[in-house]
């Protein structure tokens, strides 16, 4: 299909979408309906539902069945509209259900499965123009790819409107052998469709309306016209585990392009996993093995060493997250350093030039500019102010079996290792506390605060401790 370099519609024809989601997805052995199956972070349908928007298709009709509601929740309830097809009888069966939503409709119908997601909103104008140029009743799109296996085979008769879908199930010797595969993305002209969908019959081996006869239909009418993908893993559908994997890797592929174009940089793309939500500023560089997950956004020039899982986090510019960093809902301030091997979790937000070394974990916690936790740390339920030091082996006592409770931190405090906070305390501003305290009471600002804990020593105790030992160990 060739790719229009004029995408202005002057002939403002109406344009309707129908996304078939009703099927359960036999074949991918789950639970969960198929087109709710994640992909980039996002389930199947929200992929087609996402490239369909920007076609501005009114009505926009999802056909539902299998757990309609788990689907009709992901579809942002009410955001699109929804038909039930509560038994499912095929994809021609499908269309049916949505007749009474295109009642009156006059133009153009994008019919489109949920379960192909790679499908770009580009490809679908395409679609629609081609079909319009043809003047046709219905447009198929078609891709040729590498195995056909499951896949509606396009048969071409002698002539270039003549054509007709045949499905893996039925078809011959001959036709199994076609590598031109249905992509299950049409354009109909709305009075066709509503005309001849009756025509169905299940008189096939799944004993199911095929909306794919439809072709055959219109081609006796001389009104069948067919596009080809010029890359034919955009039709690729997901019917089993592995073709998930399949579009998945292609979709990161695609996204990582996007973002290396965009001027990030990536040292190993295949071991990196985006969401189609995370957004990344120029110059950053991305070390092998970060997934970024969710709404992570990473600001321009930062550095991601690697082996990083960072989900809804918030990366301010010129940060650097060292390797084996885990971070949820977490926001990291502009500068900062984190890890390696740290854990931020839900509510975790660290100021500028903020330092978190090595196995300290913080939770619901605010971080002041260029205060420091370097190792080995819990800081949860708490506000730490700016420049202070957190010592080694700090932690914070916030829940009394019961309750969560808080710890304040003032600015300019020092606290030494291995210090037990325990909350709900506050350490006034400039406060120093000595290495293994027990903090249980507020300490004023400017304080110096230590447990009573006198060294004792006994001179000479080591080398009467090893005589007494010596004999013991002969027998
Ligand atoms: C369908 C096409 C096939 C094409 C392939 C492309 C038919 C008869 N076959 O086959 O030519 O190559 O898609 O991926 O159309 N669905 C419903 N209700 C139903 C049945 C299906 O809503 O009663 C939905 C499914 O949820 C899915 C889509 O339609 O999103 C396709 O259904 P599926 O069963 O996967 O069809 P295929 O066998 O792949
Ligand atoms: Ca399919």
Redesign the pocket.
Same mark, same amino acid.
Request: hydrophobic letters at 40%.
């Given at each position: 299909m060739a790719k229009s370099t004029k995408s202005s519609n002057k002939r403002a024809r109406p344009l309707a979408a129908v996304i078939?989601?009703? /099927?359960q997805g036999k074949r991918m052995r789950s639970a969960r309906p198929?087109?709710l199956h994640d992909v980039a972070g996002r389930p199947l349908i929200s992929h087609v539902l996402g490239s369909v928007a920007a076609l501005g298709a009114s009505p926009t009709v999802v *056909?539902v &069945?299998h757990q309609a509601d788990a689907v009709r929740a992901a579809v942002g309830n009410g955001k699109v509209a929804t038909v039930l !097809?509560s038994e !499912?009888? #095929?994809?021609g069966?499908?269309v049916m259900q949505a007749r009474p939503s295109l009642d009156g409709f006059e133009g153009d119908v994008l019919v489109l499965? #949920?379960? *192909?997601p790679l499908l770009r909103s580009e490809t679908m104008q395409e679609l629609v123009l081609e079909h319009r140029r043809a003047g046709a009743k219905v447009t198929v799109l078609s891709a040729k790819v590498e195995d056909p296996t &499951? %896949? #509606?085979r396009i048969v071409r008769g002698k002539s270039d409107g003549e054509l007709r =879908?045949v $499905?893996d199930a039925d078809a011959t010797d001959d036709e199994v052998m076609i590598d031109e =595969?249905?992509? /299950?993305t049409y354009c109909f002209d709305a009075q066709f469709l509503a005309a001849e969908l009756d025509r169905l019959g299940r008189d096939n081996a799944q004993g $199911?309306y %095929?909306?794919?006869d439809l072709i055959e239909i219109a081609s006796l009418q001389g009104a069948a016209a067919c596009a080809t993908l010029e890359e034919g893993e955009e039709g690729l &559908?997901v019917?089993s585990r592995a073709d998930l994997a399949r579009v998945e890797s292609l979709l990161q592929e695609r996204l990582i392009l996007e973002w290396m174009d965009q001027g990030v940089t990536f040292l190993d793309p295949p071991s990196t996993m985006l969401s189609v939500d995370v957004r990344i500023g120029p110059d950053s560089v991305i070390g092998p093995s970060v997934r970024l997950a969710g709404a992570t956004i990473i600001g321009a020039g930062c550095v991601l060493e690697g082996a990083s899982f960072l989900r809804n986090t918030r990366v301010g510019d010129g940060a650097l997250v060292r390797w084996g960093v885990v971070a949820d809902d977490a926001v990291i301030g502009e500068g900062a350093k984190v890890g390696p091997y740290a854990h931020l979790r839900p509510q975790a937000e660290l100021g500028a030039d903020v330092h978190i070394g090595n196995f300290v974990e913080v939770k619901k916690s605010t971080i002041g500019a260029r205060s420091k936790a370097n190792h080995l740390a819990y800081i949860g339920d708490s506000t730490v102010g700016e420049d202070a030091n957190i010592g080694a082996g700090t932690i914070t006592c916030n829940y009394d079996g019961f309750r969560k409770h808080r710890t304040v931190i003032g600015d300019r405090v020092q606290i030494g290792s291995d210090t037990q906070l325990v909350a709900p305390v506050t350490v006034g501003a400039d406060s120093y506390i000595a290495a293994g305290s027990t903090i249980t009471r507020d300490v004023e600002p400017g304080s110096l605060a230590f447990n009573d804990k006198p060294q004792r020593v006994r001179g000479g105790w080591v080398e009467s401790f090893r005589s007494r030992q010596a004999p013991k160990e002969k027998k």
């Amino acid at each position: 299909m060739a790719k229009s370099t004029k995408s202005s519609n002057k002939r403002a024809r109406p344009l309707a979408a129908v996304i078939l989601a009703a /099927g359960q997805g036999k074949r991918m052995r789950s639970a969960r309906p198929k087109v709710l199956h994640d992909v980039a972070g996002r389930p199947l349908i929200s992929h087609v539902l996402g490239s369909v928007a920007a076609l501005g298709a009114s009505p926009t009709v999802v *056909v539902v &069945g299998h757990q309609a509601d788990a689907v009709r929740a992901a579809v942002g309830n009410g955001k699109v509209a929804t038909v039930l !097809q509560s038994e !499912q009888l #095929g994809t021609g069966h499908a269309v049916m259900q949505a007749r009474p939503s295109l009642d009156g409709f006059e133009g153009d119908v994008l019919v489109l499965c #949920g379960d *192909v997601p790679l499908l770009r909103s580009e490809t679908m104008q395409e679609l629609v123009l081609e079909h319009r140029r043809a003047g046709a009743k219905v447009t198929v799109l078609s891709a040729k790819v590498e195995d056909p296996t &499951g %896949y #509606g085979r396009i048969v071409r008769g002698k002539s270039d409107g003549e054509l007709r =879908i045949v $499905e893996d199930a039925d078809a011959t010797d001959d036709e199994v052998m076609i590598d031109e =595969i249905n992509t /299950g993305t049409y354009c109909f002209d709305a009075q066709f469709l509503a005309a001849e969908l009756d025509r169905l019959g299940r008189d096939n081996a799944q004993g $199911e309306y %095929y909306l794919t006869d439809l072709i055959e239909i219109a081609s006796l009418q001389g009104a069948a016209a067919c596009a080809t993908l010029e890359e034919g893993e955009e039709g690729l &559908g997901v019917n089993s585990r592995a073709d998930l994997a399949r579009v998945e890797s292609l979709l990161q592929e695609r996204l990582i392009l996007e973002w290396m174009d965009q001027g990030v940089t990536f040292l190993d793309p295949p071991s990196t996993m985006l969401s189609v939500d995370v957004r990344i500023g120029p110059d950053s560089v991305i070390g092998p093995s970060v997934r970024l997950a969710g709404a992570t956004i990473i600001g321009a020039g930062c550095v991601l060493e690697g082996a990083s899982f960072l989900r809804n986090t918030r990366v301010g510019d010129g940060a650097l997250v060292r390797w084996g960093v885990v971070a949820d809902d977490a926001v990291i301030g502009e500068g900062a350093k984190v890890g390696p091997y740290a854990h931020l979790r839900p509510q975790a937000e660290l100021g500028a030039d903020v330092h978190i070394g090595n196995f300290v974990e913080v939770k619901k916690s605010t971080i002041g500019a260029r205060s420091k936790a370097n190792h080995l740390a819990y800081i949860g339920d708490s506000t730490v102010g700016e420049d202070a030091n957190i010592g080694a082996g700090t932690i914070t006592c916030n829940y009394d079996g019961f309750r969560k409770h808080r710890t304040v931190i003032g600015d300019r405090v020092q606290i030494g290792s291995d210090t037990q906070l325990v909350a709900p305390v506050t350490v006034g501003a400039d406060s120093y506390i000595a290495a293994g305290s027990t903090i249980t009471r507020d300490v004023e600002p400017g304080s110096l605060a230590f447990n009573d804990k006198p060294q004792r020593v006994r001179g000479g105790w080591v080398e009467s401790f090893r005589s007494r030992q010596a004999p013991k160990e002969k027998k």
